[in-house]
T-cell receptor, first 118, second 110 residues
Framework: GAVVSQHPSWVICKSGTSVKIECRSL??????MFWYRQFPKQSLMLMAT?????????EQGVEKDKFLINHASLTLSTLTVTSAHPEDSSFYIC??????????????FGPGTRLTVL | GEDVEQSLFLSVREGDSSVINCTYT??????LYWYKQEPGAGLQLLTY?????DMKQDQRLTVLLNKKDKHLSLRIADTQTGDSAIYFC??????????FGQGTTLQVKP
């Protein structure tokens, strides 16, 4: 099956610093990638949809200047949490969709990145 | 509303069947999914069902869909300790956006 990786798997940073999270599709090209945020024991909330070569579409309530998304190639999307604060601590999960999708249009999920902001 | 609803916790004994229920919100959603999440990991697609189907069986997994009531269930036969995880249902809206439930923690006791 299609594999999506994320790096790093966990990161601890000081308040006020910026953190970059990478999402890679390893064996397929992903025209669309999605970024989700998951709080403990809660559901995944879509933050933004990222299309290769164009600006990301952010969900309502998500600050685009705080969560910078770059989808520069068909296999890589990055999420940068700028000026991170403790309330940004969360589990960030990306997913990727190949261009030639099956009828059920599956998203392939990465393993997630645990961000802790001190 | 926007919410996909699931019960939060289910405990079963090894070898029993598990049934996890979900109520979704949009009758025009085309596909409904069940994902499994193990601790500290991403989501693994278990199975899916197209909205014009009533039932889908895949080995130990049976999905039932009641479109009228917008109710979805996942039955796991002969539940094993390795099935312990959080199970999320999700609906796919016409926009392509996935809306997830809050997840059901399945605890399997030996």
């Amino acid at each position: 099956g299609a594999v999506v990786s994320q790096h790093p798997s966990w990161v601890i940073c000081k308040s006020g610093t910026s953190v970059k999270i990478e999402c890679r599709s390893l064996d397929f090209q992903a025209t669309t990638m999605f970024w989700y945020r998951q709080f403990p024991k809660q559901s995944l909330m879509l933050m933004a949809t990222s299309n290769e070569g164009s600006k990301a579409t952010y969900e309502q309530g998500v600050e685009k200047d705080k969560f910078l998304i770059n989808h520069a190639s068909l296999t890589l999307s990055t999420l940068t949490v700028t000026s991170a604060h403790p309330e940004d601590s969360s589990f960030y999960i990306c997913s990727a969709s190949p261009p030639l999708r099956s009828s059920y249009n599956e998203q392939f999920f990465g393993p997630g990145t645990r961000l802790t902001v001190l | 509303g926007e919410d996909v609803e699931q019960s939060l916790f289910l405990s079963v004994r090894e070898g029993d069947s598990s049934v996890i229920n979900c109520t979704y919100t949009d009758s025009s959603s085309t596909y409904l999914y069940w994902y499994k999440q193990e601790p500290g990991a991403g989501l693994q697609l278990l199975t899916y069902i197209f909205s014009n189907m009533d039932m889908k069986q895949d080995q130990r997994l049976t999905v039932l869909l009641n479109k009228k009531d917008k109710h979805l269930s996942l039955r796991i036969a002969d539940t094993q300790t390795g099935d312990s995880a959080i199970y999320f249902c999700a609906e796919r809206r016409n926009t392509g956006k996935l809306i997830f439930g809050q997840g059901t923690t399945l605890q399997v006791k030996p």
